[in-house]
C-alpha cells in the first residue's frame, strides 16, 4: 500500500474553481501512473482523470474534459486536479489513486494498469 493524502476540497457554488491536491512517496510520483477518481453516494465510482508517470499523457472522462486539469510537480512529490466550471454533479468523494505497476499508459480517464492504492478522499460540494 502506497500512502497518498489528498486536501484541498470544501464547498463552492456553481461556476466555481477547486484544486485538489494529493501528496505521495517521490518514487510513486516519478515511476507510477496517476490518477483521480469520485463517487457520490449510491453511485458507482468514476475515474475522471489520470496522468502517465512522465506527465507527458492526459486522460478525462467526459464527464470532466474541459473543466478539469491534472498536473503534478515531482519535485513537490505532489499531484494536482484543477476543477473549473463547477457543477452540482460534481459533488462526490475525490481520490487520489496509483496504479498497480509502474510506466502505464492512460486510457479513458484512468490509467491503463488497475489502481492498487489510494487515499482517503476530500469531499467535493457544488451547490446550485
Known amino acids: 500500500q502506497v500512502q497518498l493524502v489528498e486536501s484541498g476540497g470544501g464547498s463552492v457554488q456553481a461556476g466555481g474553481s477547486l484544486t485538489l491536491s494529493c501528496a505521495a512517496p517521490s518514487h510513486t510520483v516519478n515511476n507510477y501512473c496517476m490518477g483521480w477518481f469520485r463517487q457520490a453516494p449510491g453511485k458507482e465510482r468514476e475515474d475522471i482523470a489520470a496522468l502517465n ?11 470532466v474534459k474541459g473543466r478539469f486539469t491534472i498536473s503534478k510537480v ?3 512529490n505532489t499531484l494536482y486536479l484543477q476543477m473549473n466550471s463547477l457543477k452540482p454533479e460534481d459533488t462526490a ?3 487520489c489513486a496509483v496504479a498497480g505497476s509502474p510506466f502505464s499508459s492512460v486510457l479513458r480517464g484512468s490509467c491503463t494498469a488497475p489502481y492498487a492504492s ?3 478522499g476530500t469531499q ?5
Open 93 to 95: 468523494m475525490y481520490y
Open 118 to 120: 489510494w487515499g482517503q
Open 53 to 63: 508517470s512522465a506527465g507527458s499523457g492526459t486522460t478525462y472522462a467526459g464527464s
Open 124 to 128: 467535493v460540494t457544488v451547490s446550485s
Open 74 to 76: 515531482n519535485a513537490k
